[in-house]
């Protein structure tokens, strides 16, 4: 198990996206691993900055922003930055929100939405890139999710039903599947990637 102190993110941040992660990357600490290594090392002579506003009238809201910039003096080449706009319906439902995220690297703007019913553990949401520049049209893949959630067994997976210039056989293959339970001391799963296969007990 690998345990990455939370540092400057407000506890409740670090998992507030779950349901439209992989709940198989989550129990085997894959996550967690790749905060580790990913968000909180950085290559030398880097400048990490991260800001987090919320109003405080209403705290379903908040922006997040995330700066990297080289100290050499070559900021333009090396300059990085992404910015997130979050809604989610209360201030403790972290399943169930709104994003839209700006950013310099990859699609220049995502639009991210999560619904998941507690009550039947029903879950579905979708990530939608778009490029401003080419009159709004889908720059990259679509991905759509569904899962099924509950405090022993989760199921889900995740497709592109768009693919811009790609091959019309593949487009309703998933680009990943899991199944993951528990029983008792035992945690067990099963995750399908594409050209991928992975067990793990």
Same mark, same amino acid.
């Given at each position: 198990?690998?345990?990455? =102190?939370?540092?400057?993110?407000?506890?409740?941040?670090?998992?507030?996206?779950?349901?439209?992660?992989?709940?198989?990357? /989550?129990?085997?600490? @894959?996550?967690?691993?790749?905060?580790?290594?990913?968000?909180?090392?950085?290559?030398? #002579?880097?400048?990490?900055?991260?800001?987090?506003?919320?109003?405080?009238?209403? =705290?379903?809201?908040?922006?997040?922003?995330?700066? #990297?910039? =080289? %100290?050499?003096?070559?900021?333009?080449?090396?300059?990085?930055?992404?910015?997130?706009?979050?809604? #989610?319906?209360?201030?403790?439902?972290? !399943?169930?929100?709104?994003?839209?995220?700006?950013?310099?690297?990859?699609?220049? /703007?995502?639009?991210?939405?999560?619904?998941?019913?507690? !009550?039947?553990? +029903?879950?579905?949401?979708? /990530?939608?890139?778009?490029?401003?520049? *080419?009159?709004? @049209?889908?720059?990259? !893949?679509?991905?759509?999710?569904?899962?099924?959630?509950? %405090? *022993?067994?989760?199921?889900?997976?995740?497709?592109?039903?768009?693919?811009?210039?790609?091959?019309?056989?593949?487009?309703?293959?998933? *680009?990943?599947?899991?199944?993951?339970?528990? /029983?008792?001391?035992?945690?067990?799963?099963? #995750?399908? *990637?594409? +050209?991928?296969?992975?067990?793990?007990?």
């Amino acid at each position: 198990m690998v345990l990455v =102190p939370p540092l400057f993110e407000r506890p409740h941040l670090a998992t507030r996206s779950r349901m439209t992660e992989s709940s198989y990357d /989550l129990m085997f600490s @894959k996550l967690a691993r790749s905060r580790l290594f990913d968000m909180y090392f950085a290559e030398a #002579q880097q400048v990490l900055a991260s800001l987090v506003l919320q109003p405080a009238d209403d =705290p379903r809201v908040d922006v997040t922003a995330c700066v #990297q910039a =080289p %100290t050499d003096g070559e900021a333009l080449e090396g300059f990085n930055g992404e910015a997130t706009f979050r809604w #989610q319906r209360e201030v403790w439902d972290f !399943n169930n929100f709104t994003d839209i995220t700006i950013s310099s690297v990859g699609s220049p /703007l995502r639009i991210r939405g999560c619904m998941f019913d507690a !009550n039947t553990g +029903l879950g579905t949401w979708a /990530l939608v890139p778009v490029n401003p520049t *080419k009159f709004g @049209k889908v720059a990259d !893949n679509v991905i759509v999710g569904a899962r099924y959630a509950s %405090t *022993k067994f989760t199921t889900g997976t995740t497709f592109s039903p768009l693919q811009w210039g790609g091959s019309p056989s593949n487009t309703w293959l998933p *680009k990943c599947t899991w199944i993951c339970g528990k /029983l008792g001391p035992i945690t067990s799963g099963v #995750q399908y *990637k594409s +050209l991928e296969f992975i067990w793990r007990w």
